[in-house]
């Protein structure tokens, strides 16, 4: 490097106004990006549950009348009540997920015999908001009024 660069790099300041320009572009993108994914969410409490095994709709749950359906035989169902918890045991085959219904508003997965247990490590469903899902079973669990943002859920 010749001299005459390296005393002109030395001249120069820290940061130029363009540097300075899309700094603040990123900052304001972040915030934006924040504020709109932590205050979009839908809060509102549950109606009811519907849960889907390889795609087809095999039991749902109304909060609103606590009453249940079985919707398909596609999977075999056990349902145990219990007064403030129902059990519901869904059995494909030999893969079977043990789902807790809280009648007081909230789902989640306790049991389940695959390999990876991510369904029994995701958060409970208290609103509107969220779902569970066992990719190796092809469990989902959604609120009678989930919305994704793309209109999908990969089965």
Not at 53 to 59: D, L, P
Not at 68 to 90: C, R
Not at 108 to 121: F, G, P, Q, R
Request: charge should be negative.
């Amino acid at each position: 490097m010749s001299l005459k660069k390296i005393e002109s790099v030395k001249k120069d300041k820290g940061f130029k106004i363009w540097d300075l320009i899309i700094y603040g572009v990123i900052i304001a993108l972040v915030i934006v990006t924040f504020t709109v994914v932590f205050t979009t969410r839908d809060t509102t409490p549950l109606r009811g549950v519907r849960v889907y095994s390889k795609g087809v709709a095999v039991f749902e749950y109304s909060f609103e009348n606590g009453k249940y359906n079985v919707l398909s035989d596609s999977a075999e169902i056990e349902v145990s009540d219990s007064g403030e918890t129902l059990t519901v045991k869904i059995t494909d085959g030999s893969e079977y997920n043990l789902v807790e219904i809280v009648k007081s508003g909230s789902v989640s997965v306790k049991e389940a015999n695959c390999h990876s247990l991510d369904c029994v490590y995701m958060a409970p469903i208290k609103d509107n908001s969220g779902f569970i899902f066992c990719s190796p079973h092809a469990l989902r669990i959604v609120p009678y009024d989930f919305d994704p943002d793309d209109g999908t859920i990969i089965v």
